[in-house]
T-cell receptor, first 110, second 113 residues
Framework: KNEVEQSPQNLTAQEGEFITINCSYS?????LHWLQQHPGGGIVSLFMLSSGKKKHGRLIATINIQEKHSSLHITASHPRDSAVYICAVPHGGSNYKLTFGKGTLLTVNP | GAGVSQSPSNKVTEKGKDVELRCDPISGHTALYWYRQSLGQGLEFLIY????????KSGLPSDRFSAERTGGSVSTLTIQRTQQEDSAVYLCASSFRDRQPQHFGDGTRLSIL
């Protein structure tokens, strides 16, 4: 099974700050997922990446396959970014059976 | 709406009863996933359906849990003889194929008294 570690567990920031959330995993993968879960439970897929970097608005995800590490960055953070951010990777040799990190609770204060 | 629809949104039942949770995936999505999120625990994979292939049931925690997907569309997760440790949010997701981003429903919050 792929072990997934996220850091930090909790993060509090002021509006406008640059945010970085880290994810490390133990076994080589085909792709890594970043998910966002708002209070109330709805989960949104932010990124699915297998190499390099992807950008969507103020969100940037990077992955280093050799180091088995990914980062999620938020530029110019805003209170509406407050959510739990979850990293997930495939395990068991499949492309679909995901192992999830415990999540990073981000709170952005105005 | 065009998203993944789950019902009911909340379910409270007594220990020992059977429950059925329903998932209606996005039209055209061949892959369907069930996950569980327990209080204080992360998300865990339960079962995966892809088209007409046999489902991957390797994540189901016990034989009290079963799932089916009829006509390659709607899926039902059934829990028999519910136990208190079954209390959790059950989430369904679908994707166009595997290796594609997954679209999640809002989940069913199951509480076992």
């Amino acid at each position: 099974k792929n072990e997934v570690e996220q850091s930090p567990q909790n993060l509090t920031a002021q509006e406008g700050e640059f945010i970085t959330i880290n994810c490390s995993y133990s076994v080589g993968i085909s792709a890594l997922h970043w998910l966002q879960q708002h209070p109330g439970g709805g989960i949104v897929s932010l990124f699915m990446l297998s190499s390099g970097k992807k950008k969507h608005g103020r969100l940037i995800a990077t992955i280093n396959i050799q180091e088995k590490h990914s980062s999620l960055h938020i530029t110019a953070s805003h209170p509406r970014d407050s959510a739990v951010y979850i990293c997930a990777v495939p395990h068991g040799g499949s492309n679909y059976k995901l192992t999830f990190g415990k999540g990073t609770l981000l709170t952005v204060n105005p | 709406g065009a998203g993944v629809s789950q019902s009911p949104s909340n379910k409270v039942t007594e220990k020992g009863k059977d429950v059925e949770l329903r998932c209606d995936p996005i039209s055209g999505h061949t892959a369907l996933y069930w996950y569980r999120q327990s209080l204080g625990q992360g998300l865990e994979f339960l079962i995966y359906f892809q088209g007409n292939s046999a489902p991957d049931k390797s994540g189901l925690p016990s034989d009290r849990f079963s799932a089916e997907r009829t006509g390659g569309s709607v899926s039902t997760l059934t829990i028999q003889r519910t136990q208190q440790e079954d209390s959790a949010v059950y989430l369904c997701a679908s994707s166009f194929r595997d290796r594609q981003p997954q679209h999640f429903g809002d989940g069913t919050r199951l509480s076992i008294l």
